[in-house]
């Protein structure tokens, strides 16, 4: 009776399971990617050093000014008719236009630019790294995810054999061919295994709100990934050289490029610093002209009499600002130095990771390749102690043993085969062989 409850639950949970969105991989790994709040800033700061780079660019322009006034004077002033100075009001107004140009700025409107493409290429690195460490972790949670599953369907499996056995052992108790006792070990079996299921189920359903919560997805209780088997991969990376492993990630990985393009940064804002010591040659050409509308004179030819230029080049040379050009100076040689001790520890970090993930990797294959045996061996053990059993050849106590290990073999290849999985598909992310999303 309790294996037609245990399948009929399990029926109607699968139909309710098939109604909802099963989301694969590749869909998870895009979403994360599209509502992850930290990208979204990261994909902000790209906006904003574009707006950099259009302001380094307008830096070569000239600057133009217009401008205006209108004014009134009451009091002594000159009668422009008669020449001599009378009490009156006067109105007027003025125009002006000024042009300015750079000429030679100590070439830092070029390094400048020079800077503005560096920081545009900064921030497509930093984007580019966080996606990619955003998709690692997402394929993590999935195959956590994966292997929960797993590992309920093995508790599944085994609650229902145990069941199965319990009505066999009911029977026999029936007909004499067992004592009590021997019932009663299986009853406490069959409960420790619900114990397990509930552990299982619970371990299951933490891993889909962990995975659900990363993707921002509020119906928790409605998210379920796609009913797909991780496929176990071939070590063939395996075989090659660590070292060979390592300078393939130094030439593609985004936070190597990134601790790269900051150290240049690093080198343009010292030549920018440097540029400010230099001296600076302007040219500049302003206009103006003036209007009194007490004159009988028309507007137009007001502004053709009184209208005056002035144009020319201006030198400046920088004596004494308070230290703040060689302060400025030092400051970004020390700049220098602090972005190349972070770039070697970006290498350095990346090289001990890759080593720790060789060995992870080599590790985790050879504790697979053992789990199988494991499984393969525990296997045999079972069918041959249940045959016993039986047969009235082994005890209630020896077969529930055997039946414990069978399953904890199961239970642990399940565990080295997703840790196996994941490690490897870390080594081939470094070497840039396959993408987590395949």
């Known amino acids: 009776m309790k294996s037609i409850i245990f399948t009929a639950i399990i029926i109607l949970y699968s139909?309710?399971?098939?109604?909802?969105?099963?989301?694969?991989?590749?869909?998870?790994?895009?979403?994360?990617i599209n509502k992850n709040i930290s990208i979204k800033q990261s994909k902000a700061d790209l906006k904003s050093t574009s707006l950099n780079k259009t302001t380094a660019i307008a830096n070569f322009l000239p600057s133009i000014n217009?401008?205006?006034?209108?004014?009134?004077?009451?009091?002594?002033?000159?009668?422009?008719?008669?020449?001599?100075?009378?009490?009156?009001?006067?109105?007027?107004?003025?125009l002006n236009a000024n042009v300015g140009i750079d000429l030679f700025n100590g070439l830092q409107n070029i390094q400048q630019l020079y800077r503005a493409n560096l920081s545009i290429l900064a921030?497509?690195?930093?984007?580019?790294?966080?996606?990619?460490?955003?998709?690692?972790?997402?394929?993590?949670?999935?195959?956590?995810?994966?292997?929960?599953?797993?590992?309920?369907?093995?508790?599944?499996?085994?609650?229902?054999?145990?069941?199965?056995?319990?009505i066999i052992a009911q029977e026999r108790l029936k007909t004499g061919i067992i004592p009590k006792g021997d019932v009663l070990e299986i009853e406490a079996?069959?409960?420790?295994?619900?114990?397990?299921?509930?552990?299982?189920?619970n371990n299951y359903q933490l891993s889909k709100i962990s995975l659900a919560q990363l993707l921002l997805i509020s119906e928790i209780d409605n998210f379920e990934i796609a009913q797909e088997t991780a496929i176990t991969p071939k070590p063939t990376i395996l075989n090659t050289n660590v070292s060979t492993i390592?300078?393939?990630?130094?030439?593609?990985?985004?936070?190597?490029?990134?601790?790269?393009t900051n150290l240049k940064i690093a080198k343009k804002d010292l030549a920018i610093s440097k540029g400010s010591i230099l001296p600076k040659i302007s040219g500049y050409y302003s206009y103006s002209s003036r209007i009194l509308f007490d004159n009988p004179s028309s507007i137009s030819n007001q502004l053709d009499v009184n209208a005056g230029e002035n144009f020319g080049v201006q030198l400046s040379i920088p004596?004494?600002?308070?230290?703040?050009?060689?302060?400025?100076?030092?400051r970004s040689k020390i700049n220098i130095q602090k972005s190349n001790y972070a770039l070697e520890q970006v290498k350095l970090d990346l090289?001990?990771?890759i080593n720790q993930a060789y060995n992870d990797a080599k590790g985790s294959l050879k504790a697979y390749q053992a789990a199988e045996k494991t499984v393969a061996a525990r296997k045999l053990a079972y069918e041959y102690a249940k045959e016993r059993f039986d047969n009235g050849g082994m005890n209630t106590f020896?077969?529930?043993?055997?039946?414990?290990?069978?399953?904890?073999?199961?239970?642990?290849?399940?565990?080295?085969?997703?840790?196996?999985?994941?490690?490897?598909?870390?080594?081939e992310f470094y070497f840039g062989e396959a993408s987590l999303q395949n």
Request: glycine share 4%.
């Open 189 to 201: 079996n069959v409960a420790t295994i619900e114990q397990n299921v509930v552990v299982a189920e």
């Open 123 to 166: 921030s497509q690195y930093q984007l580019a790294d966080m996606t990619e460490n955003i998709s690692l972790l997402v394929a993590n949670s999935y195959l956590q995810i994966l292997f929960n599953r797993e590992s309920l369907g093995v508790q599944y499996s085994q609650l229902t054999i145990a069941n199965e056995e319990l």
């Open 319 to 330: 004596i004494f600002n308070g230290m703040a050009n060689n302060t400025n100076i030092k």
């Open 398 to 427: 020896n077969f529930l043993q055997a039946g414990q290990r069978n399953e904890a073999a199961q239970s642990e290849m399940i565990k080295t085969k997703y840790n196996y999985i994941f490690k490897l598909k870390v080594l």
């Open 246 to 260: 390592y300078l393939t990630a130094l030439s593609k990985r985004n936070d190597i490029k990134l601790a790269e």
């Open 66 to 94: 217009l401008g205006s006034s209108h004014s009134w004077n009451i009091g002594l002033n000159q009668n422009i008719t008669t020449g001599l100075l009378e009490n009156m009001t006067t109105t007027s107004a003025s």
């Open 351 to 353: 090289r001990n990771t």
């Open 15 to 32: 139909v309710e399971l098939s109604a909802q969105k099963k989301w694969t991989l590749n869909e998870c790994i895009e979403r994360a």
